[in-house]
C-alpha cells in the first residue's frame, strides 16, 4: 500500500499510513496532547524510535481531524528485540527466540475530544490487515496507565496478576530503574471486576479479550507521567470468533 493513501475506511475514519514529515508531525502533537496535556498544544512528542517506525493516521472523513495515531516497528523475528522502545524498560530476553515476524506497537493515542468507539475499532482493522499482510506472529507494546499512583489500579493490576500474567517462557524480566510489581509492590487482593474492566485501558482491554498476557509489573514513566505494562499478543492464539470480527473490520 502506497504511503498516505486510504488503508482503511469505515463509516465515519479512515485509517493510513503517515505521507511525509507533515503528517508525522500532526501524529506527534496529536501525542504530545495526550501523553503530556493540553498545555503542550502545538509542541511535539518525539523520541529515536519514530524514524525507524510506520506511523499511522486516523481521521474523521468529513474534515480531515486526525483523530488517533500509533506507530509500528516491524522485526523480521525476536532476534531484533532489543531494537525497541520497549526493550529499553524491560528484559525481554525471554522473546528473542520468537522465530516469526513481530510488530511493536506504540504512543497509541485518541485525541481527547472524541470518544466514538468506532475509532478504536478501525485502528484495529487496520493493525489487522498489517497484520496479515506482513505475516505478523506477534504483537507487543506498552500500555499505558494515566498517572503514576497505582491506587486507583489496584482491581485492574489484580485481575492482570490473576488472570493475565505472561506465559513463563517469554514472561518479561524488570529492567527500568522504577517498578510496581504485582503482589508485592502494589497490592493485588481478589479484584472487584467492575472496578477492574474500568481501570484497564481500552487498548489494553482489547488485547486481553484477544488473548494478549501483560508483564508481572509496571513500569514508572515520570516523564510521561504513566504506568506501562509490557502487553504481548501472540497471533495464533487469537479466539477463532474474534479472528472473524476484526477480518469484518478490516474488509
Known sequence: MKAGTAYLEKGSYRARFALGQADVQAALELRALCFRGPETAGRSDRDEFDARCQHVLIEEQSTGQLVCCFRLMLLKDGGQIEQTYSAKYYGLSGLQSFRRPMAELGRFCIHPDFLDADILRVAWGALTRFVDAQSIGMLFGC????????????????????????PDIWRPKAKAKSVLRFGADVACAKPDLRRALKGLPPLLRTYLAMGGWVSDHAVIDHDLDRLHVFTGLDVNSVPSGRQRILRAIST
Open 143 to 166: 500500555s499505558s496507565f494515566a498517572g503514576t499512583d497505582p491506587k486507583p489500579y489496584q482491581d485492574a493490576f489484580g485481575l492482570l496478576r490473576a488472570k493475565h500474567l505472561a
